[in-house]
């Protein structure tokens, strides 16, 4: 089993803001990068080469091992942590703008999680991580753990810059989250979601109205942020005092107050407020900015189909994709030929190619499922396999009995490449049907740890609604599969264990003893009772196991 060991950031200019984790297993050290435009990717070290690779001659051995490296980078947990903050801030966007009455949809694939694909590298479309089906407008989501309005940044490469690939009326949204010090993942929102119209940030960057960090030096990496001043609540407060140098918060039940100068760099720069006496504020909500700063978004008026149609050929590829991905989630009359046009032209990019065939297949209209189907049955050779798994990620999103058999047909194939199945396995986990659950149980006869582990998440997360069905395939299965069967059992609950027990052999006896002993809060206890009753032997085990788990030496290690 793999280890994480560490985060480095890195920033050379064709890799710039990229992340690498760092994983230790038996034989292999693996590093996992991933950066906004090109994805993830991944590249593994044998151990015995690995171990001498620190911070200072990372750059050289990557590259001799064939990666691409950069000039620059720091050393911490911090890959997780902004993959949850920043997938934390889309779902919190997303909430907000469905309370202001937006039909929002993720827009960037993998915005609103932190699934990573360790060797296959996916290079998708730069575009805001949300779209509104309703109005068109986007949302950059940043979620962050220090209140600040800021935007990554590169002063030498026009495609890295903080605004590339935005409309002026688009938005970025601010969250702000505390992250817990034990688990990276483990995230709270405290700051109500904010708005800036990017229009705005241009135009104080413009008039330079702005701050731009220095590059770090290669111990902290060498992202550079451009930030827009603002002023912050530093607990809930209500606006007691609004003037030309001064924003005065009373906090209510203490009646501390805090001032906030609107006058900076002796009188270089001065502060918009952003409230008005009375005003109610949050903690780390932004009460003063060099832009204007808003909790809520005006909703304009409604685009129809036609918008989303003429955008299809818009020189932009971002508006393209973007259009085919509305219409398939906001359905259409008149768009088909438009969207099969995007499929057959010879210069389309692959992920329009793709979302207008999702578009189309969505509907049920064969050339959509003719153009899928054509990039999951053909060689590598032919469709590199991050076209492939992309595919796969795709028709996972479409509710449909055909994209279902085609995800098995891809996990059932031992000639495919691992991870691709893996990913057909992930992807079942939106299926959630007998038929899925069958076909990922049979997937732990594999002898590949990537594709097992995948099916047994996947198997977990459609168990709760046939849990009875599972715990018969449980019964059922062959003594080789019972292991995947039985960790996501003891994570789900939910059954009668004493129907399993019935005629079990001995290996399935001790499968249940695990059941019990890692899932006991899952079951009530009535039905421990009965096992007790029923197999005194397989309740003693699980005792056993209780005794362990709940010992402080349990997970204590000798370093």
């Known amino acids: 089993m793999a280890i994480f060991l560490e985060t480095i950031e890195v920033g050379e200019p064709s890799y710039q803001g990229a992340v690498v984790l760092r994983f230790a297993s038996a034989d292999t050290l693996t590093c996992v990068y991933r950066d906004k435009p090109h994805g993830y990717g991944c590249h593994d070290f044998h151990r015995d080469h690995a171990k001498k690779i620190t911070q200072r001659n990372y750059r050289q051995e990557y590259e001799s091992a064939g990666g691409m490296v950069a000039a620059n980078f720091k050393s911490d947990d911090s890959f997780l942590r902004k993959l949850a903050v920043g997938a934390a801030g889309t779902n919190a966007t997303i909430d907000r703008l469905k309370e202001l009455g937006f039909k929002p949809i993720e827009l960037e694939r993998g915005s609103t999680g932190f699934k990573i694909w360790k060797k296959i590298k996916i290079k998708r479309v730069r575009v805001p991580d949300i779209l509104c089906l309703q109005t068109g407008l986007r949302f950059e989501s940043r979620g962050k753990t220090k209140p600040e309005i800021s935007m990554s940044h590169s002063l030498k490469d ?74 912050i609540a530093n607990q809930p407060s209500t606006v007691t005092e609004v003037s030309e140098k001064r924003i005065r918060l009373t906090h209510s039940p203490t009646g501390h107050i805090q001032t906030v100068q609107l006058v900076r760099n002796k009188g270089e720069n001065t502060l918009e407020p952003q409230v008005r006496v009375g005003d109610t504020v949050e903690s780390n909500q932004i009460v003063a900015a060099a832009v204007p700063v808003a909790v809520a978004v005006a909703r304009p008026s409604s685009v129809d189909e036609d918008f989303f149609v003429a955008k299809l050929t818009s020189i932009n590829l971002s508006e393209r994709y973007a259009a085919a991905k509305a219409l398939r989630y906001r359905g259409y009359l008149s768009a088909r030929p438009a969207l099969a046009g995007r499929i057959i032209h010879a210069e389309e990019d692959i992920y329009v190619q793709l979302e207008a065939a999702a578009a189309l297949a969505a509907h049920n209209y064969p050339e959509g499922w003719a153009f899928i189907e054509s990039k999951l049955r053909s060689a590598v050779l032919d469709v ?170 349990d997970g204590l290690t000798e370093v």
């Open 158 to 231: 026009p495609k890295r810059a903080w605004d590339a690939g935005m409309r002026d009326d688009d938005f970025v949204s601010i969250v702000v989250f505390q992250q817990s010090a034990e688990s990276p993942i483990d995230v709270t929102r405290v700051s109500p979601v904010q708005f800036v119209k990017v229009k705005d940030l241009r135009d104080a960057f413009t008039q330079k109205r702005v701050s731009i960090t220095t590059p770090k030096g290669v111990e902290e990496g060498s992202e550079i942020r451009v930030i827009w001043t603002a002023a």
């Open 384 to 553: 590199p396999l991050e076209t492939q798994l992309e595919t796969v990620i795709v028709i996972s999103e479409i509710p449909n009995i055909r994209s279902e058999n085609l995800l098995i047909e891809i996990l059932r194939d031992a000639t495919r490449d691992e991870e691709l199945r893996a990913g057909a396995a992930w992807a079942l986990g939106q299926c959630a049907t007998r038929t899925a659950a069958s076909a990922l149980v049979d997937a732990f006869n594999s002898n590949a740890l990537d594709v097992k582990t995948e099916a047994a998440r996947a198997l977990l997360k459609i168990t709760g609604p046939q849990v009875d069905s599972v715990a018969e395939l449980l019964r059922k299965c062959s003594p080789d599969q019972r292991d995947g069967i039985s960790w996501v059992l003891a994570r789900s609950g939910g059954f009668d264990l004493n129907s399993v027990i019935v005629s079990a052999d001995a290996n399935l006896r001790r499968w249940i003893s695990y059941i019990l002993g890692y899932g006991k809060a899952r079951f009530s206890k009535s039905d421990i009772e009965a096992i007790q009753e029923s197999d005194p032997e397989v309740y003693f085990a699980a005792c056993v196991l209780w005794q362990i788990l709940d010992s402080w030496v």
